[in-house]
């Protein structure tokens, strides 16, 4: 499986972007599906952590406290693409995000070391 972030930028406080994390290796609206695809991000001195994750099969999503509310996941069957929207950014967002897959998952864990396979990640970073 390959992963692809893109999206990143330079954007002022409370503005807005929109991540997508674009895969190969497996069709989202086709059997075998069962795989979550998360967003994670790691701050500067900081230890990643896990944002967001959708199931692709189930649709269903989990997010952190520190983004429920201002970020959205979701897919585009079609395109086989994860996007992030990012609302209401603060500097405090300011990371490298990277969104990452893992099959077969019982739970949508934002535990990093629960996924098996990562983008390279995309740079995002909020001026005050």
Not at 87 to 101: F, G, I, K, M
Request: net charge neutral; hydrophobic share 30%; aromatic share 12%.
């Amino acid at each position: 499986m390959h992963l692809v972030e893109s999206g990143g930028g330079l954007v002022r406080a409370g503005g807005s972007l929109r991540l997508s994390c674009t895969t190969s290796g497996f069709a989202f609206d086709k059997q075998p599906n069962d795989y979550a695809i998360g967003w994670f991000r790691r701050a500067p001195g900081k230890e990643r952590e896990g944002v967001s994750v959708i199931s692709i099969s189930e649709s269903t999503t989990t997010y952190s406290d520190s983004v429920k509310g201002r970020f959205t996941i979701s897919k585009d069957n079609a395109k086989n693409t994860v996007y992030l929207q990012m609302n209401s950014l603060q500097p405090e967002d300011t990371a490298v995000y990277y969104c990452a897959a893992r099959a077969f998952p019982l739970t949508l864990s934002l535990l990093e070391y629960e996924y098996d396979y990562w983008g390279q990640g995309t740079q995002v970073t909020v001026s005050s």
